[in-house]
């Protein structure tokens, strides 16, 4: 039996297991969006009034990113968000945890 399997049985362990996919698919989607803009993680900072270290803190996954917060990080970033969804059968078909985050939310330089 593996972690995942345990953490599946648990009462809970779907959804915790999905919040987490879901979190480190929009850190992802974050981090893509930095690279594609060019900025640096000072220019974000600078470009939102915030310090250099509680971008950071968002950047890593620390505390409780909301949608508000992402979308001010998207814009400074000159970015949108693209999310998909897709429909699974049940915990054991849902993504694996090492899936690659780009195939479920990514940042992408806005259009003009």
């Known amino acids: 039996m593996n972690l995942r ?16 996919r879901l979190r480190r698919n929009v850190l992802h989607a974050l981090d893509e969006g930095m690279e594609a803009s060019g900025i640096s993680q000072a220019e974000l900072a600078r470009r939102l009034g915030r310090s250099r270290s509680a971008v950071s803190q968002v950047l890593t996954g620390d505390g409780n990113l909301r949608v508000e917060t992402l979308a ?5 970033m000159g970015c949108e968000l693209v999310v998909s969804v897709r429909v699974v059968d ?9 899936c690659e985050p780009s195939d479920h939310a990514t940042a992408r330089p806005r259009s003009a």
């Open 5 to 20: 399997t345990i953490v599946e049985s648990m009462h809970g362990g779907t959804a915790a297991l999905a919040s987490a």
């Open 72 to 76: 001010e990080y998207l814009e400074a």
């Open 90 to 98: 049940g915990p054991s078909t849902a993504a694996p945890m090492h």
